[in-house]
């Protein structure tokens, strides 16, 4: 049952076209912000695809290399079976690493990251392969979406390192709009070529951390970093080459919400005034009218909030559809930090009419209405 | 008893030269179920008195007394709920809020008052119903006829039970039948529920519901006029 007339929402509905152009435009605003972060999620999600699928506990790298993105990592040719002898480890695979370009049919290239690992295994490659089967002599695993791109197909082949793969399996996952991850047998990496990351597993009951310092006892030269936390990194490391641009335009995209808030709400607080003043003569405090400037500016973006994320997601799709590289990726958390911050906006759109209905003076109410 | 009592009451709006005395040194007593009239010309006080007498606007100097709260030196917090607890008011553009309905123009002024919720809607009900507005709850007040906007007002100024109704000019906007009907009512108020009601007009007609006609003229009340039996009157 209702307790008080709300007379906020009975205010801001009242006239619809006004408060739907109004929640459009603050909607529009959080969209830009919404779909940007999304944007930036979906490439993080991607980029660390591969290593949440990973089975492994812990993973060694080149001392202060912590990331596969971005990075060159070397290690000794002895770190494999120092790892696999330290108490606790089940098993210790190194990969070998590479960035280069596959160069698919008409010339088309792809800029990725080719994996070695040992295909006995499994370990050290995609959790599922999509179509056909792991690699053999020769052979190489394609991401989906980066295939479509090279125009490859199973059995094709594909230029890697000067030379020619050919495609025995797809997996999905892994591919943004920059790059993708391919994964050859360890052997054919050429020859002498360095595990460039040890993947570590741990034996049942010992603890990914108690494991990672066990191991970094082990090989004091190297860094060694439980799997999360070199996910953490990875993702770190994409947020922080997308921050500014990031802060740029969310602060455009908030800027133009506290705009079409501020103006709504002084509009109406102004279309209002006369009925501020009869509340306030009725007995109204200024406090309640106060609160009803700040419910307003809470509905407004209330509802562009909720409109904002609908088409996001609606949008978010359709890119997805357009742009299989691009992940939309809308989650609560996104939608929570856009709403906070619409909040804070809605709050700062308020100040103005909150001083003039504070200002009211409810002996207006008995001047003639002109 | 609830009463009015008004001492020496002067309002000076500007300073020095430029002081301009809108209400000079006026004495009133309201007794309960009385209607006082006051009348004047445009610009003579009369709106300066109500607003003082309704606790919007401070005395420059003088009393206003009501059940024994001096309003003029109570603090600007407490007036509010001062005006929510003795005061009903009718204004002459009805001043009804666009974004409610007939309804909740009268909760809200229940809800100023302290009572919400279902007993809001009862007490917003009985009223409306009282005053013939029963079938009209869920209209938008632009849906109403004039007449039918200041019953909705005189209900909305009854919300909160006043022991005071102050009514500025309330037949203004109607036409002679409305005007007719809306004094009535106004003179019911006082009649059937002991009710004080203070209204300041221009209105001719409301000289047959008053007990007493009061002419205000640069601040100053002229004469004192004595008016029809109220009784043979309704």
């Known amino acids: ?370 | 008893m609830s009463t009015v009592s008004v001492r020496s009451l002067t309002k000076t709006y500007g300073q020095g030269d430029l002081a301009v005395a809108a209400v000079r040194a006026v004495d009133l007593d309201v007794a309960p179920g009385e209607v006082v009239l006051i009348m004047g010309p445009s610009g003579s006080g009369k709106t300066t008195l109500l607003l003082m007498l309704g606790a919007m606007l401070r005395p420059t100097s003088g009393t206003v007394t009501v059940d024994g709260v001096e309003l003029a030196s109570a603090a600007e917090r407490d007036l509010p709920p001062l005006r929510a607890r003795h005061f009903g008011f009718v204004f002459q553009d009805f001043n009804l809020l666009s974004a409610l309905d007939v309804s909740e123009n009268v909760e809200l002024a229940c809800n100023l008052a302290g009572v919400t919720g279902r007993r809001a809607q009862e007490r917003a009900r009985e009223l409306l119903t009282r005053l013939g507005l029963g079938d009209r709850l869920r209209f938008r007040p632009d849906q109403l006829s004039g007449g039918e906007k200041q019953r909705v007002a005189i209900a909305r100024a009854l919300a909160n039970d006043p022991p005071f109704v102050l009514a500025d000019e309330p037949t203004a906007n109607l036409d002679s039948a409305h005007g007719r009907e809306i004094a009535r009512l106004l003179r019911r108020l006082a009649t059937e529920d002991g009710r004080s009601v203070v209204i300041v007009s221009h209105d001719d007609r409301l000289r047959d519901i008053a007990d007493r006609v009061l002419w205000l003229e640069d601040g100053e009340f002229r004469q004192l006029s004595p008016a029809p039996d109220p009784v043979s009157s309704t």
């Open chain 1, 1 to 370: 049952m209702r307790g008080r007339v709300p007379l906020a929402r009975r205010a801001l509905f009242q006239d619809r076209r006004r408060a739907a152009l109004a929640a459009g435009g603050v909607a529009a605003a959080l969209l830009l912000v919404l779909l940007l972060q999304g944007i930036f999620d979906g490439a993080m999600r991607q980029a660390t695809a591969y290593l949440r699928a990973s089975p492994a506990d812990v993973i060694v790298s080149q001392r202060d290399v912590r990331t596969m993105h971005m990075s060159v990592s070397a290690l000794d040719p002895a770190t494999d079976d120092a790892v696999r002898a330290v108490d606790g480890v089940a098993w210790a695979e190194g990969l070998r690493y590479t960035t280069t370009f596959l160069v698919g049919a008409g010339d088309r290239q792809q800029l990725s990251y080719v994996i070695g690992y040992d295909t006995a295994t499994g370990r050290g490659g995609p959790r599922r392969l999509s179509a056909g089967r792991p690699p053999g002599p020769g052979e190489i695993l394609v991401e989906r979406i980066a295939a479509d791109r090279l125009g490859l197909r199973l059995g094709d082949r594909v230029g890697v390192f000067g030379g020619t793969f050919r495609v025995s399996g797809l997996f999905h996952g892994g591919t943004t709009i920059a790059n993708s991850a391919a994964f050859i047998r360890t052997e054919d990496f050429a020859a002498g070529t360095p595990s460039a990351y040890v993947l570590v597993g741990a034996r049942p009951g010992v603890p990914a951390g108690d494991l990672a310092r066990r191991v970094a006892a082990a090989v004091p030269g190297d860094t060694v970093q439980t799997t999360g936390r070199f996910a953490r990194e990875e993702a770190a490391l994409v947020r922080d080459m997308s921050a500014d641009l990031m802060r740029i335009m969310s602060t455009i995209g908030l800027l133009i919400a506290l705009a079409v808030i501020a103006l709504t709400l002084f509009t109406l607080t102004l279309a209002k005034l006369r009925e501020h003043a009869v509340v306030k003569a009725l007995g109204g405090r200024t406090r309640r009218l106060a609160a009803v400037v700040l419910a307003e500016a809470a509905w407004s973006v209330a509802l562009a909030v909720a409109v904002a994320t609908a088409a996001a997601v609606v949008l978010g799709a359709v890119v997805g559809r357009v742009n299989p590289a691009v992940a939309v990726a809308v989650t609560p958390a996104g939608v929570v930090r856009v709403g906070l911050s619409a909040l804070a906006v809605g709050a700062v759109g308020a100040i103005v009419p909150l001083r003039r209905v504070v200002a009211v003076d409810p002996a207006s109410a008995f001047r003639r209405a002109s």
